[in-house]
Antibody, heavy 120, light 107 residues
Framework: EVKLEESGGGLVQPGGSMKLSCVAS????????MNWVRQSPEKGLEWVAE??????????HYAESVKGRFTISRDDSKSSVYLQMNNLRAEDTGIYYC???????????WGQGTTLTVSS | DIQMTQSPASLSASVGETVTITCRAS??????LAWYQQKQGKSPQLLVY???TLAEGVPSRFSGSGSGTQFSLKINSLQPEDFGSYYC?????????FGGGTKLEIK
C-alpha cells in the first residue's frame, strides 16, 4: 500500500522558515518524481514544487510564487522528500500535500497534508 | 502560465442522475489533463489522467473526454459517495495548474 506521510507544519511568523518532510512507503521511492501541492481557501489547489529522479540529476521546478524562497529536496535512501521554506509570507498559509508523480506529471497519490500558518 | 477554467462552480444533483463537469484550458494541452475528487476534510484523489484514462480502482461510471482546450468529466448514475469537489489539472509541463473546482452537492 502506497503511503505518504507529511510532518513539520505549524505556526510561523512572517519572514520565518519552516521545513516540511514527507516519508513514503509501499513503492520504490527512487523511481518516482515527487511534488508538493498546497491548498488554501483563497487560492484553491496550487502546485508548489517538483523534484525528478537521480537519472534527471534531481532536476527541480518551482511555482513562480515560491521561486527563490522554497527548496525541494529528496533522500532516496530514506524514501523522503523535503520542502525548505524561507522568508515565509501570509499567502503561504495552507495545507501542504506531498504527492507522487504518476507515469506522467499528474499526482496519483497524496499524503494527508500538513498545515502551515504564517501569522504574527 | 496555462489557466484552467472549470464550470459549473457548483452543481446540485440527485442519486442516480448523470452529471458533466467541464474544464477549459487557456491553450492547447493536447490530452495532458487530470481530474481529482476531494471529499470534505480529505486529500484529493486521482480519478482520470491523460484526459480519459481511469486511475486504478476508479468506478467505470466515471469517464473523461476531450483534447486540446476542452475537456469534460462525466459521472453516470451518481452514487452517494460521489458527492464532493472535483478539480481538473493540466500536466503539460510546469507550472502545473488546477481549475477552481466544482462542488457537487446532493439535491
Amino acid at each position: 500500500e502506497v503511503k505518504l506521510e507529511e510532518s513539520g507544519g505549524g505556526l510561523v511568523q512572517p519572514g520565518g522558515s519552516m521545513k516540511l518532510s514527507c516519508v513514503a512507503s509501499g513503492f520504490t521511492f527512487s523511481n518516482y518524481w515527487m511534488n508538493w501541492v498546497r491548498q488554501s481557501p483563497e487560492k484553491g489547489l496550487e502546485w508548489v514544487a517538483e523534484i525528478r529522479l537521480k537519472s534527471n540529476n534531481y532536476a527541480t521546478h518551482y511555482a513562480e510564487s515560491v521561486k527563490g524562497r522554497f527548496t525541494i529536496s529528496r533522500d532516496d535512501s530514506k524514501s523522503s522528500v523535503y520542502l525548505q521554506m524561507n522568508n515565509l509570507r501570509a499567502e503561504d498559509t495552507g495545507i501542504y500535500y506531498c504527492t507522487r508523480g504518476g507515469l506522467g506529471p499528474y499526482f496519483d497519490y497524496w499524503g494527508q497534508g500538513t498545515t502551515l500558518t504564517v501569522s504574527s | 502560465d496555462i489557466q484552467m477554467t472549470q464550470s459549473p462552480a457548483s452543481l446540485s444533483a440527485s442519486v442516480g442522475e448523470t452529471v458533466t463537469i467541464t474544464c477549459r484550458a487557456s491553450e492547447n494541452i493536447y490530452s495532458y489533463l487530470a481530474w481529482y475528487q476531494q471529499k470534505q476534510g480529505k486529500s484529493p484523489q486521482l480519478l482520470v489522467y491523460n484526459a480519459k484514462t481511469l486511475a486504478e480502482g476508479v468506478p467505470s461510471r466515471f469517464s473523461g473526454s476531450g483534447s486540446g482546450t476542452q475537456f469534460s468529466l462525466k459521472i453516470n448514475s451518481l452514487q452517494p459517495e460521489d458527492f464532493g469537489s472535483y478539480y481538473c489539472q493540466h500536466h503539460y509541463g510546469t507550472p502545473y495548474t488546477f481549475g477552481g473546482g466544482t462542488k457537487l452537492e446532493i439535491k
